[in-house]
């Protein structure tokens, strides 16, 4: 689900951080926790993006994340995976856990997101603040 953030082929700043027009709307909603420039994996399965299949790709990147008071919004590899809203369907199809004390991790599959695609895509980010973020999602570790 996107919203009116910035996605693929949209100006990008600098590294793993947000626009600057996007961290203006993020922080409008009510930024409770922000992550920038976190360092992590992006790991495709079973993974198709029209003619192209990956059984299972790892990449790393830099990217962000934000937890607003109304939305979740996950930006790796240089364009925006997840943009949902916690009241929206796809939001409980988010696996959202504490994988270590300094590793948050998120598993969605790609279809639910992006139609044209099929797979499962599983982020890690690299933060001491892993414990913050799940907690500001609710999330128990």
Do not use: N
């Given at each position: 689900?996107?919203h009116?953030?910035?996605?693929v082929?949209?100006?990008q700043?600098?590294?793993?951080?947000?626009?600057?027009a996007?961290?203006?709307?993020l922080?409008?909603?009510?930024?409770?926790?922000?992550?920038?420039?976190l360092?992590?994996?992006?790991t495709?399965?079973r993974?198709?993006?029209?003619?192209?299949?990956?059984?299972?790709?790892?990449?790393?990147?830099?990217?962000?994340?934000?937890?607003?008071?109304?939305?979740l919004?996950?930006?790796a590899a240089?364009?925006?995976?997840?943009?949902?809203?916690?009241?929206?369907?796809l939001?409980p199809t988010?696996?959202?856990?504490?994988?270590?004390p300094?590793r948050?991790?998120?598993?969605?599959?790609?279809?639910?997101?992006?139609?044209?695609r099929?797979?499962?895509?599983?982020?890690?980010?690299a933060?001491?603040?892993?414990g913050?973020?799940?907690?500001a999602?609710?999330?128990?570790?």
């Amino acid at each position: 689900m996107l919203h009116d953030l910035p996605g693929v082929g949209a100006p990008q700043a600098p590294g793993g951080r947000f626009p600057d027009a996007a961290r203006a709307t993020l922080t409008a909603e009510g930024l409770r926790a922000p992550g920038e420039d976190l360092p992590g994996s992006i790991t495709y399965r079973r993974h198709r993006v029209g003619g192209t299949f990956v059984r299972r790709k790892e990449v790393p990147f830099v990217g962000a994340l934000a937890v607003t008071g109304t939305r979740l919004v996950v930006w790796a590899a240089g364009s925006k995976h997840v943009d949902v809203p916690f009241a929206h369907p796809l939001r409980p199809t988010l696996d959202i856990a504490v994988e270590q004390p300094d590793r948050l991790g998120i598993t969605y599959r790609a279809g639910a997101f992006h139609p044209s695609r099929s797979g499962r895509v599983h982020l890690r980010f690299a933060t001491p603040a892993a414990g913050e973020l799940a907690a500001a999602l609710g999330i128990r570790h």
